[in-house]
């Protein structure tokens, strides 16, 4: 079975300064990867995903992540945050090609400094 | 395309007494899955279809929990009866995409 690891729960970051949110995951088969954005009070948002392909993805909001199938992981990262960016982030798994069962780490709040 | 629509958008219910959340997914899509959110256990995938039909309802917690996809445009999760520890924050979800979900408060 698939599983997915966020190894921060929380990560402060100053405005304007890059960011990296790990993600790790797990699984027997090969995978769909995928980032998703939750704001306060609000529903999940996908931010990008990997499905095959290039393993340096691009998403939304300037936000992009590497797929690195020997370290299993996919990370997310921004080059400069912004206040807006304050929110909590899902790393998630599928497995590929049997269905689109999502499986999600527990999330990693990004805390914004001004 | 409207995405997928969910509600109510909230509900706050007493205990004891059954709730009806409802779904209705993006057309074309094969899957459809149900996940509830809480603090302490954060998305859990409860329930979910293909082309209708229930494939994997091992994350629905309790025999209170049930749910239903009677065409490929509904779905509703029931819960009946109701308890406090119910409360959270339900989702549906068809393909990558996420209803807006239910805020369901149990008192």
């Known amino acids: 079975a698939q599983s997915v690891t966020q190894l921060d729960s929380q990560v402060p970051v100053f405005e304007e300064a890059p960011v990296e949110l790990r993600c790790n995951y797990s699984?027997?088969?090969?995978?769909?990867l995928f980032w998703y954005v939750q704001y306060p009070n609000q529903g999940l948002q996908l931010l990008l995903k990997?499905?095959?392909?290039?393993?340096l993805v691009k998403g939304i909001n300037g936000f992009e992540a590497e797929f690195n199938k020997s370290q299993t992981s996919f990370h997310l990262r921004k080059p400069s945050v912004h206040i807006s960016d304050t929110a909590e982030y899902f790393c998630?798994?599928?497995?590929?090609?049997?269905?689109?069962?999502?499986?999600f780490g527990k999330g990693t709040r990004l805390h914004i400094l001004p | 395309d409207a995405g997928v629509i969910q509600s109510p958008r909230h509900e706050v219910t007493e205990m004891g007494q059954e709730v009806t959340l409802r779904c209705k997914p993006i057309?074309?899509?094969?899957?459809l899955f149900w996940y509830r959110q809480t603090m302490m256990r954060g998305l859990e995938l409860l329930i979910y279809?293909?082309?209708?039909?229930?494939?994997?309802d091992s994350g629905m917690p309790e025999d209170r929990f049930s749910a239903k996809m009677p065409n490929a445009s509904f779905s509703t999760l029931k819960i009946q009866p109701s308890e406090p520890r119910d409360s959270a924050v339900y989702f549906c979800?068809?393909?990558?995409?996420f209803g807006s979900g239910t805020r369901l408060t149990v008192v």
């Open positions: 699984s027997s088969v090969s995978v769909y």
């Open positions: 998630a798994v599928s497995d590929r090609g049997r269905d689109d069962k999502i499986i």
């Open positions: 279809f293909n082309n209708n039909v229930p494939i994997d």
């Open positions: 057309s074309g899509h094969d899957y």
């Open positions: 979800a068809s393909g990558y995409t």
């Open positions: 990997y499905l095959s392909g290039s393993t």
